[in-house]
T-cell receptor
Framework: KQEVTQIPAALSVPEGENLVLNCSFT??????LQWFRQDPGKGLTSLLL???SQREQTSGRLNASLDKSSGRSTLYIAASQPGDSATYLC???????????WGAGTKLIIKP | DVKVTQSSRYLVKRTGEKVFLECVQD?????MFWYRQDPGLGLRLIYF???????EKGDIPEGYSVSREKKERFSLILESASTNQTSMYLC???????????????FGDGTRLSIL
């Protein structure tokens, strides 16, 4: 059974730092891996989607990598800003269906 | 831009009531999903639908039912609300196949439901 783990559960860093959020999964038979952002009391916003054949995707200050063989993905945030404060969730889509398997998220706080 | 609209941001109901949560998407997506999100438990899938009138149980379907009479609308029904159904409910949609199959799920803003 696929399991997705995100470490750490919470992270607090000063503004301007580069940081890495981690996501690991137990079954490498995935169709894609997705990173989302959730602001308090709101829905989820898609940040990046990495297809199983890809190694990384970039959007602005965000870069997500995927290593299927080791069951790991990282979300790199460059030059962090207070507006980046949110909970970041990763999810994998198995080959077998349309459902996503979710991690519990990392709550990120960027201190001004 | 895809827009997923949930009918209420906040809802307060009493135990035993029948509760309807509505979700509408405007991008002609085949797939629609209902999740609940609770502190410490993350997102859990209640039901999803991959076509009109089609539904599949997710991880926690007990106490819930769904309806998809039109492609753009997916309703979640609490048949007899109980206090343990107090939660944040999130609706999402995504396209199904072909070159769109690697598109992300798009979420509504959520409905925070309190059962008293």
């Amino acid at each position: 059974k696929q399991e997705v783990t995100q470490i750490p559960a919470a992270l607090s860093v000063p503004e301007g730092e580069n940081l890495v959020l981690n996501c690991s999964f137990t079954d490498s038979a995935i169709y894609n891996l997705q990173w989302f952002r959730q602001d308090p009391g709101k829905g989820l916003t898609s940040l990046l989607l990495i297809q199983s054949s890809q190694r990384e995707q970039t959007s602005g200050r965000l870069n997500a990598s995927l290593d299927k063989s080791s069951g790991r993905s990282t979300l790199y945030i460059a030059a962090s800003q207070p507006g980046d404060s949110a909970t970041y969730l990763c999810a994998v889509r198995p080959y077998s269906n349309y459902q996503l398997i979710w991690g519990a998220g990392t709550k990120l706080i960027i201190k001004p | 831009d895809v827009k997923v609209t949930q009918s209420s941001r906040y809802l307060v109901k009493r135990t035993g009531e029948k509760v309807f949560l509505e979700c509408v998407q405007d991008m002609d997506h085949e797939n629609m999903f209902w999740y609940r999100q609770d502190p410490g438990l993350g997102l859990r899938l209640i039901y999803f639908s991959y076509d009109v009138k089609m539904k599949e149980k997710g991880d926690i379907p007990e106490g819930y039912s769904v309806s998809r009479e039109k492609k753009e609308r997916f309703s979640l029904i609490l048949e007899s609300a109980s206090t343990n159904q107090t939660s944040m409910y999130l609706c999402a949609s995504s396209p199904q196949g072909g070159q769109d199959s690697n598109q992300p799920q798009h979420f509504g803003d959520g409905t925070r439901l309190s059962i008293l």
